[in-house]
């Protein structure tokens, strides 16, 4: 599947060697009162097939970093319309030479919403990775 | 479907391209990045990763990483 042109970049760069914190902000694809199906089974992020041959990594199952999880309490957020996730670059590549002059690489937002019937929303967001 | 996909990191040949890949699979396509050219792909109609055989199905280069090709590829019947 083709990236799309209008893709969003997530604002804040991540160095190679930094594990830093991220939200999909899905808010402003939903009606009023529309959230993020929280079922962990309806919604995820995947990594584009680039992202992987450069090893950046979602963080779940880590004993030091959280799961991905829909953001709940965050003032900035309504509830359950959002999604936080932990990222790295695997350390096996964070010589790479792409990211010395930075790349972005492309993962995929999809979830299922709280309406009825559910839709289902996907999108296409761009982590840069940047020595700094 | 579980909450990240991080795909795996893969050994693959596609023609004349031997070597590490990105691979992802989600929604029953698969995609396999790598740092290549189309032509080193040569008339390749298919290849394998990790030992698995594979048609390939389209090859673009990557929108996002110069000098990396993305394939999407299905398993061979």
Do not use: H
């Not at chain 1, 970049?9 to 009023?32: H, S």
């Not at chain 2, 691979?23 to 029953?28: A, D, I, K, L």
């Amino acid at each position: 599947m083709a990236i799309p042109a209008n893709a969003a970049r997530f604002t804040g760069a991540l160095d190679p060697e930094e594990v830093l914190d991220y939200i999909v902000p899905i808010g402003p694809l939903l009606e009023a009162g529309e959230t993020i199906d929280p079922d962990p089974d309806r919604w995820s992020l995947t990594l584009l097939a680039e992202a992987v041959a450069l090893g950046l990594e979602i963080l779940e199952s880590d004993p030091d970093w959280p799961d991905p999880a829909l953001v709940v309490g965050d003032t900035r957020f309504v509830n359950n319309t959002a999604i936080k996730f932990w990222a790295r670059v695997d350390p096996a590549f964070q010589d790479n030479a792409a990211f010395a002059a930075g790349v972005a690489l492309p993962m995929e937002a999809t979830c299922w919403t709280s309406s009825n019937p559910p839709r289902r929303r996907q999108r296409t967001f761009l982590l840069n990775v940047v020595e700094q | 479907m579980a909450r990240a996909n991080n795909g795996r990191r893969a050994d693959v040949r596609f023609g004349n391209f031997s070597g590490p890949a990105g691979v992802v699979e989600r929604g029953g396509e698969t995609t396999v990045a790598l740092v290549a050219t189309p032509s080193m792909l040569g008339a390749a109609k298919g290849g394998t990763i990790d030992g698995v055989s594979y048609r390939l199905v389209k090859v673009t280069p990557s929108e996002v990483v110069g000098g990396m090709i993305v394939l999407t590829v299905e398993p061979s019947a």
